[in-house]
């Protein structure tokens, strides 16, 4: 297929659907020029941010959302991966009500938490946990128990992965391929292993040698890295990378990089907030079987809430009793912990990832098919209730493959599939995520949603 013509083709498919999708939104429109003079963006993070400005929600229920304009849209957003129990789940709703009308807030530990720590370890298999209230918490947490279980301050992360917003690992994440001309193939003095500058403004110089960059799915550059570098306190990675579409683990990756950690003292950290939840009842643990030191939490894990946690084996788990700093004062608040306990217990059952697995398998197929009619050049990945369409016809390996991806085809589909009800997560980077609380039907709408933007895009 043409790629130019493709392109071209894609920008006009952008360009008229962001207008109709511009001239529907009067209400987000004008919630944004308010929400502007308060928030930088109109926006309470940088990834709401939108262009030319975000679609603004009101309300969901079910698979469904609602925006400030009264439009409704089937949920393949998720908030970014933690509505997997869907939005106002009865079961969720009486845990939160229930909590509220005994305790908003302690900043004690109450019968809750604990039940909400026990269910968490028996889930996914962790000797011991410390609830918190983010992701980047957790895996903030999670490094710096590593760094006093071992006396050591480097830590090894993989090329372009996103671990939270703390200063540690916001190196090598997906905006700064351009800077480090990685686009270009630049080989960094042929070395496995590389440092670089930091993503984000604002961290410390001191940081930017402590923190070492490998490719994702190559064990070798690991144990590079940690032989050349004798104070590595840990690597840490999603084990299935989820911020570059999604990319798994070759088969004996993972167990590559257990051994290599235990042979030189270090510890392997997984990054769960995304895949804990929704790729498996257990995680990757129960899907690809093999046991890190620590694992980091969140998203799906609370139920619709503020929620993180790390844990795993206890003998480095215990270096928070042994200075350490791990507090906050909203650490296994009632609410959150009320409505993860729920989504545990009697939400994301075993039979609940059935009814994923399928809806999941339904969609990806569903996609793949469009693509194989059409020839675009893309592919799709099926993890449960978590997924994506890929714009390169080869699966993904790492994050170099991703950069040979062609965002154009993506930015041409996200105007199209949200004026269409589908509302999606805005950036190729990201994947869909289904619900307990979606169907069939929810699913065969985006199929036909996304099938007709395949075929407009190829028409002449």
Same mark, same amino acid.
């Given at each position: 297929m043409d790629l130019e013509r493709l392109t071209a083709r894609a920008e006009e498919i952008a360009k008229s659907e962001t207008e109709q999708l511009v001239s529907r939104t009067s209400g987000s429109k004008a919630l944004y020029d308010r929400a502007v003079r308060s928030l930088p963006n109109g926006v309470a993070s940088n990834f709401q941010v939108g262009d030319p400005y975000p679609v603004y929600l009101e309300r969901g229920r079910g698979s469904s959302v609602w925006d400030v304009d009264g439009t409704e849209y089937k949920?393949?957003?998720?908030?970014?991966?933690?509505? /997997?129990?869907?939005?106002?789940?009865?079961?969720?709703?009486?845990?939160?009500? !229930?909590?509220? !009308?005994?305790?908003?807030?302690?900043?004690?530990?109450?019968?809750?938490? /604990?039940?909400?720590?026990?269910?968490?370890?028996?889930?996914?298999?962790?000797?011991?946990?410390?609830? /918190?209230?983010?992701?980047?918490?957790?895996?903030?947490?999670?490094?710096?128990v590593a760094r006093a279980a071992t006396g050591r301050d480097k830590v090894v992360k993989m090329e372009g992965s996103y671990h939270g917003h703390h200063d540690s690992l916001l190196f090598s994440v997906v905006p700064e391929a351009d800077v480090l001309g990685l686009r270009h193939n630049v080989d960094h003095e042929g070395k496995a292993w590389y440092t670089t500058q930091p993503t984000s403004k604002g961290i410390p110089r001191a940081l930017w040698d402590t923190t070492i960059v490998v490719p994702f799915n190559d064990a070798d550059a690991v144990e590079q890295a940690l032989t050349d570098n004798d104070d590595v306190a840990a690597v840490i990675l999603e084990p299935v990378m989820m911020n570059v579409g999604i990319i798994e683990p070759q088969p004996g990756y993972l167990q590559a990089l257990r051994d290599a950690c235990e042979r030189h003292g270090t510890v392997l950290i997984y990054d769960e907030v995304k895949c804990?939840?929704?790729?498996? &009842?257990?995680?990757?643990?129960?899907? &690809?079987?093999?046991?890190?030191?620590?694992?980091?939490?969140?998203?799906?894990?609370?139920?619709?809430?503020?929620?993180?946690?790390?844990?795993?084996?206890?003998?480095?788990?215990?270096? /928070?009793t042994k200075g350490a700093a791990q507090q906050g004062t909203f650490n296994g608040n009632p609410l959150s912990s009320a409505a993860g306990l729920a989504a545990l217990t009697q939400v994301l059952t075993r039979d609940a990832y059935d009814h994923l697995g399928k809806l999941g398998t339904m969609l990806s197929e569903g996609c793949e098919r469009a693509i194989a009619d059409t020839g675009v050049p893309a592919h799709t990945v099926d993890l449960g209730a978590k997924g994506c369409v890929s714009y390169r016809a080869e699966r993904l390996v790492n994050y170099r493959d991703f950069l040979e991806t062609h965002p154009e085809l993506y930015w041409a589909s996200y105007p199209w599939m949200v004026n269409r009800g589908i509302f999606m997560t805005p950036g190729d980077e990201e994947q869909w995520t289904i619900s307990v609380q979606h169907t069939e039907d929810d699913v065969q709408r985006y199929i036909d949603a996304f099938g007709e933007f395949c075929q407009a895009l190829t028409s002449s």
């Amino acid at each position: 297929m043409d790629l130019e013509r493709l392109t071209a083709r894609a920008e006009e498919i952008a360009k008229s659907e962001t207008e109709q999708l511009v001239s529907r939104t009067s209400g987000s429109k004008a919630l944004y020029d308010r929400a502007v003079r308060s928030l930088p963006n109109g926006v309470a993070s940088n990834f709401q941010v939108g262009d030319p400005y975000p679609v603004y929600l009101e309300r969901g229920r079910g698979s469904s959302v609602w925006d400030v304009d009264g439009t409704e849209y089937k949920d393949f957003h998720g908030g970014f991966g933690v509505n /997997v129990v869907g939005h106002a789940h009865p079961k969720i709703v009486e845990a939160l009500e !229930r909590a509220a !009308r005994e305790a908003i807030h302690f900043a004690v530990t109450t019968p809750t938490t /604990v039940a909400l720590a026990e269910a968490i370890c028996e889930r996914f298999e962790l000797e011991q946990v410390r609830i /918190v209230n983010s992701g980047t918490e957790a895996t903030m947490d999670a490094l710096r128990v590593a760094r006093a279980a071992t006396g050591r301050d480097k830590v090894v992360k993989m090329e372009g992965s996103y671990h939270g917003h703390h200063d540690s690992l916001l190196f090598s994440v997906v905006p700064e391929a351009d800077v480090l001309g990685l686009r270009h193939n630049v080989d960094h003095e042929g070395k496995a292993w590389y440092t670089t500058q930091p993503t984000s403004k604002g961290i410390p110089r001191a940081l930017w040698d402590t923190t070492i960059v490998v490719p994702f799915n190559d064990a070798d550059a690991v144990e590079q890295a940690l032989t050349d570098n004798d104070d590595v306190a840990a690597v840490i990675l999603e084990p299935v990378m989820m911020n570059v579409g999604i990319i798994e683990p070759q088969p004996g990756y993972l167990q590559a990089l257990r051994d290599a950690c235990e042979r030189h003292g270090t510890v392997l950290i997984y990054d769960e907030v995304k895949c804990g939840g929704t790729i498996a &009842y257990g995680g990757t643990m129960e899907r &690809y079987g093999v046991k890190p030191h620590l694992a980091a939490f969140a998203k799906a894990v609370g139920g619709g809430a503020t929620i993180g946690a790390f844990g795993g084996e206890a003998r480095v788990m215990e270096w /928070v009793t042994k200075g350490a700093a791990q507090q906050g004062t909203f650490n296994g608040n009632p609410l959150s912990s009320a409505a993860g306990l729920a989504a545990l217990t009697q939400v994301l059952t075993r039979d609940a990832y059935d009814h994923l697995g399928k809806l999941g398998t339904m969609l990806s197929e569903g996609c793949e098919r469009a693509i194989a009619d059409t020839g675009v050049p893309a592919h799709t990945v099926d993890l449960g209730a978590k997924g994506c369409v890929s714009y390169r016809a080869e699966r993904l390996v790492n994050y170099r493959d991703f950069l040979e991806t062609h965002p154009e085809l993506y930015w041409a589909s996200y105007p199209w599939m949200v004026n269409r009800g589908i509302f999606m997560t805005p950036g190729d980077e990201e994947q869909w995520t289904i619900s307990v609380q979606h169907t069939e039907d929810d699913v065969q709408r985006y199929i036909d949603a996304f099938g007709e933007f395949c075929q407009a895009l190829t028409s002449s």
